[in-house]
């Protein structure tokens, strides 16, 4: 039993979650009954990444901001507008497959229970109003805006504290890291448990009636991770970007796409960064903010299922106006919540657009919760991935024009 434990802690973690992936498969398949019970290694995995998650987001930053010296440089800019393009560019592909390849649903009852939000304006003020949030509840409710504000707020107010009082706040980081480190390597176990109630409790074939709608979702989806993406990380690195792009992919969409949280996914994300060599003081504030605002997947599934209801009704569009849907669903996307289904709420509000009744547009939330087995997978792991992606993208651009080797790092 020793040595079959020293063998399987040898196997790099990739290894071990597939194991995991493939015993739940098989579990969920033939005996579903006998083996519910495990469906528990699931939900404590993503309960102990979102648990750990806001108050390690809240240490890091506070810690990164309050020892950043002056002139000392960091690539925000460069990863904000990398976030904010990569989300424009998904709604556009998004728009752009949905006029050739059209969707029509076939739409039933109304959705209970539902509230959408009542326009852009409103998203925008939840977010202004989440930067003012109490920070206690900020930190109990997981919002990762008012982490981030409050973090900020401390870090600069303790940039002129004593050394002793900085040592403190970083020691707490690190110990924070170590117990992030901890739940990791139950990956494995976590993901055997959702693989197998995910399939369990919604069956293979539950999917097959919306195959053309969820083969155009992911399309686009697989679209932006293997081709925009990389098209993006070339530009800015001048090198192959697959090794990079396929690396996030597997270390960070992997996890993303059973946990189906970006919030989760922050410290995998985290993880995955400090082995790349990134700066710890760029990334512990770059993560956070991404699961928040940085959400191709997002404005990639508002976009199709918006153009589905429109097709479905028989509203003819034009490209000018296919255009504003892009840059909508990408300023909805950003406030799209980091859990999932979040970006389905939101889909009446690119329906607006085109003046499609609420009752309607909820229907359509109704067949993305359907299709959300594996859209709101596939759309986590696309948003969670490139959030890691482009902070390592704008940091190695940056070595790039300082003559630094870029070198990924392979397990």
Request: with cysteine; glycine share 8%; hydrophobic share 55%.
């Amino acid at each position: 039993m020793t040595n079959l434990l020293k063998q399987w802690n040898q196997l790099s973690l990739v290894k071990r979650i597939i194991i995991g992936l493939i015993i739940g498969i098989i579990l969920a398949i033939i005996v579903p009954d006998a083996a519910k019970p495990i469906g528990i290694f699931g939900s404590l995995f993503v309960g102990g990444l979102k648990s750990v998650a806001p108050i390690l987001v809240f240490f890091l930053v506070m810690s990164a901001i309050s020892q950043h010296k002056s002139g000392q440089k960091t690539n925000m800019k460069s990863i904000i507008v990398l976030y904010l393009l990569g989300t424009f560019l998904a709604g556009l592909v998004a728009v752009i497959a949905s006029f050739m390849f059209p969707v029509s649903l076939t739409l039933g009852a109304g959705v209970e229970n539902v509230s959408p939000p009542g326009g852009v304006s409103e998203v925008l003020k939840a977010l202004l109003m989440n930067i003012v949030s109490n920070p206690i509840t900020a930190l109990s409710n997981a919002n990762y805006i008012g982490i981030l504000a409050w973090a900020l707020l401390l870090g600069f107010a303790l940039k002129s504290a004593p050394e002793t009082t900085k040592t403190m706040i970083s020691n707490f980081s690190d110990a924070l890291s170590q117990v992030v480190r901890w739940v990791i390597s139950f990956a494995p176990l976590g993901i055997m448990g959702l693989v197998f109630d995910t399939i369990a409790t919604n069956g293979i074939q539950s999917l097959l009636n919306y195959g053309k709608l969820l083969l155009v979702l992911v399309g686009c989806m697989a679209f932006m991770a293997l081709v925009v993406n990389p098209l993006i990380t070339f530009v800015m690195i001048r090198q192959n970007p697959y090794p990079l792009v396929l690396k996030c992919l597997k270390d960070s969409g992997i996890t993303a796409f059973f946990t189906r949280s970006s919030a989760a996914n922050i410290p995998v994300n985290m993880t995955l960064c400090e082995e790349l060599g990134l700066d710890k003081d760029t990334y512990s504030v770059s993560i956070p903010l991404g699961a928040t605002i940085n959400m191709a997947g997002a404005a990639i599934t508002i976009s199709v299922l918006t153009l589905a209801a429109v097709n479905t009704i028989g509203i003819k569009v034009d490209m000018g106006t296919a255009l504003i849907l892009s840059i909508l669903s990408a300023v909805s996307a950003c406030g799209a919540s980091g859990v999932a289904g979040g970006s389905l709420l939101l889909i009446p509000l690119a329906c607006s657009l085109f003046g499609i009744p609420n009752d309607v547009a909820m229907q359509v939330v109704g067949v993305g919760f359907v299709v959300g087995v594996i859209q709101d997978s596939c759309e986590t792991a696309l948003n969670s991935s490139t959030d890691a992606l482009f902070t390592a993208v704008a940091e190695f651009a940056q070595w790039r024009k300082e003559g630094k080797e870029i070198a990924i790092t392979k397990e």
